[in-house]
C-alpha cells in the first residue's frame, strides 16, 4: 500500500476537537491584540469638566519642610496656590507686577486636579520651594479642566490637535506653551526645586543695557542636547505673546499625532516635548524674534547633571514617561523603570562607570578622562549620599 505523506500523517493523527480549539485560542489571541493595540492607540476621551474655575486657593505653607531655612511668609502670594480666575482678575486690573525685562512675577505648574491630596511629599517640597524663593510673585496651579479652557478661550483651532494627543504628557507640554504665550511668567515642572531664586541678572532679569537685555523668552538649556534638542522645556520664561511661541505651534500643528506617534514613547520629546521648543527655536530666521530667545546656564538653572545648582534644579522624577501599554512603548516604559529605579544625578552613574574602569585598570577616553578630572571628586559625596549605583 502506498504510504502517506508526512503531512497527512500530521493531519490524520491531530483530532478534529483540537484543531477546532487551536482555531478558536487563536481567533481568540487575534482579538484580544486589536483590543490592546486600540487601547494603546487610541485618543483620550474628549469630554472634560466645563465648570466655572472656583476661587480657591491651596494652603502650601505646610508642603515646606519644617527644617527649610527660608520660611513662606503667611499671606504672602507665594504662600498659596492660587487659581487661573485670580490671575485673570489680576491681570485685566493691571496688577501683576512685572520685571525689568518685561516678565510677570508669575509661576505657573500643573497637576491634574485641585484636589491635591495624593501629592507626593517631595513634590510638596519642591513646589512649596518656590513660595520660598519669590513670596512676592503668584503662584498657579492649572488642572486638566483648566487647561482646556485655556485651549477653547485662546487657541480654539488647536483644540482638535490637543484633544488627539494620546499621552497626558503630551498636553502638559503643549499647555506651558500657552500659557505662557498668553500670560507670560515662569513655568516650572513639579520636579523643579528652587535652591536659590531665578531674577538675578544671570536668570529672568539681566541689566538691560547688557547684550542679554534684548531677552524676552528664556528658557533653560539641555543638559543632553543629543537626545532632547539644545532646550529643555522643563524650565521656561516668557514675557506675554511673544512671536516664539507663535512659530512653536506652527511647528506643533505639522508634528501633531500620527499611528507612529501615538505608538512609541520618543515620538513625545519631539511633538510637544524639548525637541519641539529646539527646533522652532533653530528654525528661526536669524533677527529681532531668535535674538530674543535666550538659554539659560544649565549648571545654574537646572544641575540635572550634577544634582546640584545655585538657582533651580530640576530633579527629574521622571514623571513625563507616562506610557500606556509597556510592550509597545518599550523604551519609553524601560526609561521610566530606570528612572524610578536610580534616582539619582546622571553625573553619579557616569561617574561611577569611569572609576569601575579606573579600578580594573582600563584607560578612560580622553572626553571621559577630561569628564573624571573635573568633576570625580563628587563620587564620594554622592556615593554617601545614594549608595552603591548598580543600574547603569
Known amino acids: 500500500a502506498e504510504l502517506n505523506s508526512p503531512n497527512e500523517i500530521s493531519k490524520s ?11 478558536i485560542l487563536a481567533f481568540a489571541g487575534c482579538a484580544v491584540a486589536l483590543v490592546l493595540l486600540k487601547w494603546a492607540t487610541s485618543s483620550p476621551p474628549k469630554t472634560y ?5 472656583p476661587d480657591n486657593d491651596i494652603d ?3 508642603w515646606q519642610p519644617p527644617d527649610d531655612p527660608r520660611p513662606i511668609p503667611p499671606g504672602s502670594w507665594g504662600s498659596v496656590l492660587t487659581t487661573p480666575a485670580k490671575l485673570e482678575k489680576l491681570r485685566d486690573a493691571g496688577k501683576l507686577p512685572v520685571l525689568e525685562s518685561g516678565v510677570p512675577k508669575v509661576i505657573h505648574q500643573t497637576w491634574p486636579s485641585r484636589d491635591t491630596s495624593g501629592v507626593a511629599a517631595h513634590y510638596r517640597k519642591w513646589s512649596a520651594s518656590w513660595g520660598a524663593c519669590h513670596p512676592d510673585w503668584l503662584h498657579v496651579l492649572w488642572d486638566d479642566c483648566d487647561i482646556r479652557r485655556l485651549f477653547a478661550k485662546h487657541l480654539p483651532d488647536f483644540l482638535p490637535v490637543y ?21 507670560g511668567g515662569l513655568y516650572a515642572d513639579m520636579d523643579y526645586e528652587c535652591t536659590g531664586g531665578v531674577d538675578g541678572p544671570t536668570g529672568l532679569n539681566p541689566p538691560q543695557d547688557s547684550p542679554q537685555g534684548a531677552c524676552k523668552v528664556f528658557i533653560v538649556n ?31 500643528v505639522e508634528r501633531r499625532s500620527t499611528l507612529s506617534g501615538r505608538i512609541w514613547g520618543e515620538i513625545p520629546i519631539q511633538n510637544t516635548g524639548p525637541g519641539l521648543v529646539s527646533d522652532a527655536y533653530t528654525m528661526l530666521p536669524e533677527g529681532e524674534v531668535k535674538t530674543a530667545v535666550c538659554g539659560l546656564n544649565n549648571t545654574e538653572f537646572s544641575g540635572q547633571a ?53 579600578d580594573k585598570g582600563e584607560k578612560l577616553s580622553d572626553k571621559d578622562q577630561a569628564t573624571w578630572d573635573q568633576y570625580g571628586h563628587l563620587f564620594q559625596s554622592y556615593y554617601d549620599k545614594y549608595g552603591e549605583f548598580e543600574d547603569i
Open 60 to 62: 502650601i505653607t505646610a
Open 163 to 183: 484633544d488627539a494627543y494620546p499621552n497626558p504628557v503630551q498636553r502638559a507640554d503643549i499647555f506651558r506653551c500657552l500659557v505662557l504665550k498668553e500670560y
Open 306 to 358: 550634577l544634582g546640584q545648582a545655585p538657582n533651580a534644579i530640576h530633579r527629574n522624577a521622571g514623571s513625563w514617561c507616562a506610557c500606556r501599554f509597556p510592550a509597545i512603548n518599550w523604551a519609553c516604559w524601560k526609561k521610566c523603570k530606570e528612572k524610578k529605579k536610580t534616582y539619582v544625578p546622571s553625573m553619579y552613574r557616569d561617574l561611577t562607570r569611569y572609576k569601575r574602569s579606573i
Open 222 to 252: 539641555s543638559p543632553d542636547p543629543e537626545h532632547d534638542g539644545v532646550l529643555q522645556n522643563a524650565f521656561m520664561a516668557s514675557v506675554p505673546e511673544h512671536p516664539y511661541w507663535t512659530a512653536v505651534f506652527d511647528l506643533a
Open 13 to 23: 493523527a491531530v483530532p478534529k476537537s483540537m484543531t477546532a480549539r487551536s482555531t
Open 49 to 53: 469638566c466645563h465648570v466655572d474655575d
